[in-house]
């Protein structure tokens, strides 16, 4: 959460349709990110799916609509192959002294949400990277609420775990469905209609030393 950015690829972006809004999963529309000092995961993919390959590494991907669109469920497809995240028994999602220990998951699908928070007007160099990326997701005059992520847990247990990430107020967290390996499907219908700027993708393995692929064959607003 606190090491650097670094761009790893230009981002293209669709036009939303009206109704329900499918995003593309070529690569070529998605910003590629790297953190300072982790190695990258190793994207792939076309028109019909996005991979993630983790490998003992992190990295997002993010994803920017051309305007605000609002929705009110999302339906996300996916499978976990050639791995899994390496556990040994503990709980996920640990942290101690503020540092992940076990803080790894096969995918956090992030939904950033349009809000009322605006850039802090502080020097860019006091302001940590991932915030000014997901601020550059508004368009001019547009604030951002949080990115709310959907989690694919490790096991059952987890999932219905919530919570405000403990590194940051930007961050919530929902645990809505688990996969160790093979097919997943994320589901998730608000009470109330939301408005989205982007999306945030994160698959990461670096805390557990873990090896894994995630593919996302289809995400769907509604």
């Known amino acids: 959460m606190h090491f650097k950015l ?3 690829s230009v981002l293209l972006t669709a036009s939303p349709v009206m109704g329900k809004f499918e995003a593309p999963l070529n690569p070529k529309f998605w910003k590629a990110l790297k953190f300072s000092s982790l190695k990258p995961n190793t994207v792939s993919g076309n028109d019909t799916q996005l991979v993630i390959e983790v490998n003992k590494s992190s990295s997002p991907l993010l994803y920017k609509l051309n305007e605000p669109l ?3 469920s999302v339906y996300v497809v996916g499978e976990i192959f050639d791995g899994s995240l390496n556990l040994k028994q503990q709980k996920q999602g640990e942290f101690k002294n503020k540092k992940s220990v076990t803080d790894d998951y096969v995918l956090r699908f ?3 949400l349009k809000g009322k ?4 007007p502080v020097p860019g160099f006091l302001l940590a990277s ?13 604030g951002v609420d949080k990115i709310y992520f959907l989690k694919v847990a490790h096991t059952k247990e987890h999932v219905g775990d919530t919570r405000n990430h403990p590194l940051s107020d930007y961050i919530y967290e929902e645990a809505v469905t688990f996969a160790a390996q093979g097919p997943f499907e994320i ?6 209609e939301q408005e989205i700027l982007g999306f945030w993708l994160s698959a990461n393995g670096e ?3 873990s090896a894994f692929k995630t593919k996302i064959t289809k995400i769907t607003l509604d």
């Open 6 to 8: 670094i761009v790893l």
């Open 70 to 72: 609002k929705f009110k």
């Open 110 to 112: 992030g939904l950033v």
């Open 117 to 120: 928070n605006q850039k802090p």
């Open 130 to 142: 991932w915030i000014k990326e997901m601020f550059k997701l508004a368009p001019k005059g547009v």
């Open 187 to 192: 589901k998730k219908a608000f009470n109330s």
């Open 207 to 209: 805390g557990t030393s």
